[in-house]
């Protein structure tokens, strides 16, 4: 059983399946009149969020609490986080307060992993820096699943900003896992040329969005942010968008059942347009439903049993 | 003075010897020597090396006495065999004027535990701009030879002609930061696989070896001397071999931790380029900022690279790039933590690991070649009659565990923690005086 | 399990095992409970049938098809999973979370009734009413067991029982199901008979 949930290679094919089931029951609490479960009552979740995430931030929450947790939201800004301490000492309090899991948002890649060093509790992982965001994958793939069926044989593609994306690491760690083909798709300025064999080997890399569209089941868009052309990575939105945003046409080059998907939040008119972000195949409402159930999951994986 | 009389030591790897060391010189060598007024020394098993000497040290003093003071940094460098070090400009205030490099060389003769040369900075406050009083600081009491802006790079290369023609006059040598800083933004450890993996902004093996590349030209075209420190990729062994060869006054030195850790330990793997050290050891976890340094540690075939490197001489030193850190500035995030690692008393451990027992070659790189880099006169020379007694004397058979809290240094990030490494230092004099007896320093 | 070394030479122990219920007698209890039920129930009218996982599921179900036989009324079957409601939880690694399905109807006004393989300490009939407050409001609760052991530590006890079984606190129960084993039986495990 695994202790922190920091990086999508955490997870094995069982225990990642394991989550998305029990996801499943967790989402059936979300249509009851009580959307509550006493599994993680007398427990203490602590939201320790170092950049402004308020949809992860109530996500994690809303899913602490339908399983009963005490939740303590500690952002940094307005508190002590914020007037220079340490994230050692930050750790040493939430211990003191004894927090039985901590979920980190933070800037720096590799923050949850030092957290992990300084608490007994348990570490999720809510996004660090340019390196994982392992929750937004799984409810990603309980996305792919509840649309399409299964995962293992699906062809994803993820295209954007590869390079900075949290969101497409832990897609290609966790995906690869379940059995799934994974065709990362950008500029080449925004693809890292040694992802495949730094993450997942079987994993495809094209810069051309038009021929690998009518071949996938998934296309993942990463939401792509105006600033990086200051960095040269592309010469302008406009040609970004020309060259990789998807829009009503290229939607139409898809196959039927394909689907649409959208970490959020969007750069309507830069990566995706209206017409498509509003279209049925997008599941970009559905997906953030479903992350309050995979939390739940994940949450009640970790400290739902004894399991130190 | 206390004489010294040692017993069947080894020097430099040749048949068993006496030395006689008195008045601060060797006084006598051979076999069955007697002195009843010295004190004597059994050094059976061991050998005899000339002072270790230090290219490139941050002793941090003045403005991180938290960190390391000229004196701690004195300690752990006599400890690790040095008789002499280098210390870089990087202080606060910085060493850019005879003021400042005259008040660092002083804390060293006060502290008299190793010769402690100032280097000065290139530029004023290293931002790069304009040149430093570099004559001032030759011709102060400091006699400051080597000038560095470490840390930065001297990357206008209108500025760094001009440092390499200036420093002609006093028989100067400029030591390059290699890093083209517009290709390391925000560079947190070595552009590939791992960085990728990790998320981490990559450091690009080409970011040092373009600016070697375009330096060695400039050395060329105006026939100054260059000295490269802490090279640390293939491709810039592979630029230096080409420039050698064309005749162009440039050296090179390499870190003990470039010839020893890999990337891979920055993602928790014990990857190093020696399976013996290796074994038993392994890092605390991913995104130990012990292991942030920079230039960052990079792939095995760049490791190996360098070991070839230094062992046919395209490089010429191993430098330890010393660099201490307060607790506060490594147990941190990565992205926040400053870059460095302890270096002087674990270096001729890891050469030893490096080169094995080739002790005239280990006495090149580690003694003869930086003392003359730096042109220090009665360091880097063989014990021999008459000439000044500083020498180190190592067991090759000893292995010792790698404790951080047992340092001298008053700084505790040495990558090595917890690995066994081979070798170690019995004893060192400087000017014949004893500074370490027994693994342990004297004063 | 590590035990005391002996003081003297004894014979070695054999753990006893004791057929209570063989297939033929389930069969027998299963139709004698649904029998009840219908006497109880005013022929099982707005009455829901929930197996407890395991094994109380098959059971719920073979009571189903019984009361179907006998009165011709079709009574639904639902699945009532406990693993969140249990007050157990951390004494153990986490446990799987299995399905909860109720019938279409729902439960709300309904005479539920929950079937369960065994009745020991009552805490997992503890957490199944709770689990059944959080997903509606029967109009009343009943109990079902296959077996009542004893030995309750909670003010619980069922309404329709299989078999009572009087047992010391170091044996154990076990009840096997075709569907869920292989085999229909009930055997005692362990006791005093060194």
């Known amino acids: ?308 | 003075m206390t004489a010294y009389l040692i017993k069947n030591v080894s020097v430099v790897g040749a048949a068993p010897t006496d030395l006689l060391i008195r008045d601060g010189v060797v006084a006598e060598t051979g076999g069955g020597l007697t002195a009843p007024d010295a004190t004597v020394l059994d050094a059976t098993g061991l050998v005899a090396l000339p002072g270790l000497v230090d290219l490139h040290t941050h002793l941090r003093e003045p403005g991180r006495e938290d960190a390391e003071t000229v004196e701690s940094g004195s300690r752990a460098a006599a400890l690790g065999g040095y008789t002499a070090v280098c210390a870089m400009a990087n202080t606060s205030p910085v060493a850019d004027t005879a003021g400042v490099v005259e008040q660092v060389w002083r804390l060293g003769r006060e502290a008299g535990l190793v010769d402690v040369q100032p280097i000065g900075a290139v530029t004023v406050g290293l931002a790069g701009e304009r040149l430093a009083e570099l004559g001032a600081m030759a011709d102060s009491a400091a006699r400051v030879r080597i000038f560095s802006d470490d840390g930065h790079c001297v990357a206008d290369p209108m500025l760094m002609r001009r440092a390499l023609e200036y420093v002609k006059a006093f028989d100067g040598v400029i030591a390059q930061h290699a890093e083209e800083p517009r290709l390391t933004e925000g560079a947190q450890m070595h552009e590939g696989e791992v960085s990728t993996r990790l998320g981490l902004t990559g450091w690009p093996a080409v970011a040092e070896e373009a600016i070697i590349a375009r330096d060695v030209l400039l050395a060329e075209h105006v026939g100054s001397r260059l000295h490269i420190c802490h090279v640390s990729t293939a491709g810039s062994v592979a630029v230096l071999r080409h420039a050698k060869a064309r005749g162009v006054k440039v050296t090179a030195e390499v870190t003990p931790h470039h010839l020893l850790l890999t990337d891979e330990v920055v993602s928790g793997r014990s990857e190093l380029a020696s399976p013996a050290l290796a074994n038993n050891w392994s890092p605390a976890g991913p995104y130990d900022p012990v292991f942030k340094v920079n230039p960052p540690l990079r792939t095995a075939s760049d490791v190996a690279a360098l070991r070839a490197a230094l062992a046919e001489g395209v490089i010429d030193i191993i430098a330890t790039d010393h660099a201490p850190h307060a607790l506060e500035d490594k147990e941190c995030e990565w992205a926040y933590a400053r870059p460095g690692m302890l270096g002087l008393e674990t270096a001729l451990s890891i050469a030893l690991d490096v080169l094995g027992p080739q002790w005239d070659l280990i006495a090149e790189r580690m003694s003869r070649a930086p003392a003359r880099i730096a042109g220090l006169d009665g360091h880097g020379v063989d014990p021999a009659p008459g000439v000044p007694a500083n020498l180190t004397l190592v067991d090759p058979a000893a292995r010792r565990v790698v404790e951080p809290a047992e340092l001298a240094s008053r700084s505790r990030n040495t990558p090595y923690a917890r690995m066994t490494l081979p070798g170690r230092i019995v004893a060192t004099f400087l000017r014949g005086e004893l500074t370490v007896l027994d693994g342990k320093a004297v004063k | ?194």
Do not use: C
């Not at chain 1, 990086?7 to 225990?15: F, I, K, R």
């Open chain 1, 1 to 308: 059983m695994i202790r922190h949930l920091l990086s999508g290679a955490d997870l094995d094919a069982a225990t990642a399946t394991q989550i998305l089931d029990t996801a499943a029951e967790m989402a059936t609490v979300a249509g009851r009149e009580v959307k509550k479960l006493p599994a993680l009552r007398g427990r203490t979740v602590v939201n320790l969020f170092y950049e402004d995430s308020t949809r992860t931030r109530i996500s994690f929450e809303a899913a602490a609490k339908r399983l009963s947790a005490d939740v303590i939201n500690f952002s940094a800004k307005g508190s002590s986080v914020a007037k220079g301490e340490s994230l050692k000492d930050t750790a040493l309090t939430l211990q003191a307060m004894g927090a039985d899991a901590v979920v980190v948002r933070h800037p720096a890649s590799g923050a949850p992993h030092r957290l992990a060093n300084w608490v007994d509790g348990s570490v999720v992982n809510a996004g660090d820096g340019t390196h994982e965001h392992p929750t937004q994958a799984l409810l990603d793939a309980y996305t792919m699943r509840s649309r399409l069926g299964r995962i293992a044989g699906l062809h994803v593609a993820v295209v954007g900003d590869v390079l900075h994306s949290r969101v497409a690491r832990s897609n290609v760690l966790l995906l690869s896992t379940l059995g799934a083909k994974v065709t990362l798709v950008g500029p080449p300025t925004l693809i890292p040329v040694d992802i495949p064999q730094a993450l997942a080997p079987g994993t495809d890399v094209s810069y051309d969005l038009d021929t690998v569209l009518p071949g996938v089941d998934v296309v993942m868009m990463l939401r792509v942010q105006r600033e990086r052309m200051n960095d040269s990575y592309f010469p302008s939105a406009r040609e970004y968008a020309r060259r990789y945003g998807l829009d009503g046409p290229r939607m139409r080059r898809l196959p039927e059942h394909a689907i649409v998907m959208h970490p959020g939040p969007m750069n309507r008119g830069m990566e995706i347009t209206p017409e498509v972000a509003d279209s049925p195949r997008s599941t970009i409402v559905e997906q953030v439903a479903n992350g309050v159930s995979v939390r739940m999951a994940v949450l009640y994986l970790l400290l739902g049993g004894n399991n130190r």
């Open chain 3, 1 to 194: 399990m590590a035990y005391p070394p002996a003081a003297h030479p004894s014979p070695p122990r054999q753990p006893s095992v004791k057929v209570i219920l063989a297939a033929a007698d389930v069969s027998r209890v299963v139709d004698r409970i649904a029998h009840q039920i219908l006497e109880k129930t005013q022929g099982a009218a707005d009455t829901v049938l929930l197996g407890i996982p395991t094994r109380g599921v098959p059971l719920a179900k073979r009571l189903a098809a019984r009361i179907s036989t006998f009165e011709d009324v079709t009574v639904p079957v639902g699945v009532l999973d406990i693993t969140l409601y249990r007050d157990d939880l951390r004494r153990h690694a986490t446990r799987a979370v299995g399905p909860t399905d109720l019938p279409s109807d729902g439960i709300d006004g309904k005479r539920v009734i929950l079937v369960d393989d065994v009745l020991f300490s009552g805490r997992t009939v503890r957490a199944a009413l709770d689990a059944l407050s959080d997903v509606g409001r029967p109009a009343s609760v009943q109990l079902a067991v296959l077996v009542d052991r004893g030995h309750r530590q909670l003010p619980i006890r069922a309404d329709y029982v299989g078999k009572n079984i009087p047992t010391a606190l170091a044996e154990s129960v076990k009840v096997t199901l075709a569907e869920t084993d292989g085999a229909d039986e009930v055997k005692l495990y362990g006791g005093a008979s060194a």
